[in-house]
């Protein structure tokens, strides 16, 4: 399992300096300052959360026992990177107004993941 979370952590990390760069270099100009900023947001979220997937995978390879909740934060953080960058990006591109609602809930499965985390931290038996 530790081996797909890493693969998903580095394929997320490409895809966000990638699109970081895509966004300073080939938006910029192109695209409202508005949706612009709506794009870095999305790159900055995804980065952050990247790191904190990160981390977190490091520290399950460390565990001998790890709490579930670990690991619905985890999930809760992958869908949240999709739904809440991949939406920005969307409609910083162009895509369909619908996605606009998407971006919120994005947003609230990256808050269950840092909330799981906690949860996670208060089962640790350490």
Known sequence: MIKIWLLI????GLLTVGLGAFGAHGLKGKISESLLSAFQTGTH???FHTLALLVLVVLLNQLSVVPKAF???????????VLFSGS???LALGGPSWFGPITPIGGLLLMAGWVSLAIGALQLRL
Do not use: D, E, H, K
Request: proline letters at 0%; glycine letters at 10%.
């Open 71 to 81: 690991i619905f934060s985890a999930n809760f953080w992958v869908a949240g990177i």
């Open 45 to 47: 979220y995804q980065m």
């Open 9 to 12: 952590v580095g394929i997320s």
């Open 88 to 90: 920005l990006y969307c």
